[in-house]
């Protein structure tokens, strides 16, 4: 089955120590994206990529960096975790254009120590 | 800006009964999605809906789009334990390939 892949579900780090999160699709998809989600809160859009365009949301902290290195794969850099970061990270794919509809991966958990 | 208010935020019902969440939102837009969330896990996509009048069933769902109010609807009948989730509207932003969600209606479906 077509499907969002993320890896890992669950990430454990230190704070200050740089962590990757992976994102992987089979859909062939164009746009891939990066949300933030909180507890008891909306997802939060962090980036995405059009094919290779990258666009960055505003207030996105510059401690979050992404790569998208072929049209399957995606990966979110947090180059010095936080306590604050500590999140579910949700990775979603979409055709982009007319029809928006987003698809979305697993989730990685991420706790910061 | 694109802002979008669900209500209720907190939702506790009994099985058997009706109820209705609502999405509004403030500019125009023809694409909504309904997303359902449980514990722990994902964002699971329910409805697309695409035009004015739109009206898309699974189950005991039904959701629909009035493009001129700026409004979605979710309805859920004769609720079961199951549907117990978190439900977000997303509207498409138009122009981009981002969506707006509102803050999602947390459901509680009672024995």
């Known amino acids: 089955d077509a499907m969002v892949i993320q890896n890992p579900r669950y990430q454990v780090t230190q704070f200050g120590k740089p962590v990757t999160l992976s994102c992987s699709q089979t859909?062939?998809?164009?746009?891939m994206y990066w949300y933030q989600q909180k507890s008891s809160q909306a997802p939060k859009l962090l980036f995405h990529?059009?094919?290779?365009?990258?666009?960055n949301e505003a207030d996105t902290p510059d401690n979050f960096q992404s790569r998208r290195p072929n049209t399957s794969f995606c990966f979110l850099d947090i180059r010095s975790p936080g306590l604050g970061d500590a999140a579910m990270y949700l990775c979603?794919?979409?055709?982009?254009?007319?029809?928006?509809?987003?698809?979305f991966g697993p989730g990685t958990r991420l706790t910061v120590l | 800006e694109l802002k979008v208010e669900q209500n209720p935020l907190f939702l506790s019902m009994q099985e058997g009964k009706n109820y209705t969440i609502y999405c509004n939102y403030s500019?125009?837009?023809?694409?909504l999605y309904w997303y359902r969330q449980d514990p722990g896990k994902s964002l699971e996509s329910l409805f697309v809906?695409?035009?004015?009048?739109a009206v898309k069933q699974e189950g005991r769902l039904m959701a629909s789009l009035d493009t001129k109010a700026r409004l979605s609807t979710l309805h859920i009948t004769a609720a079961v334990h199951d549907l117990s989730a978190t439900y977000f509207c997303?509207?498409?932003?138009?122009?981009?390939?981002?969506?707006?969600f509102g803050k999602g209606t947390k459901l509680t479906v009672n024995p």
């Open positions: 979603a794919t979409g055709l982009g254009g007319v029809y928006n509809e987003q698809f």
């Open positions: 859909l062939n998809h164009n746009v």
């Open positions: 990529y059009y094919d290779k365009d990258f666009n």
């Open positions: 500019t125009t837009s023809d694409r």
């Open positions: 809906l695409l035009s004015n009048g």
């Open positions: 997303a509207v498409d932003l138009g122009g981009s390939e981002k969506l707006v």
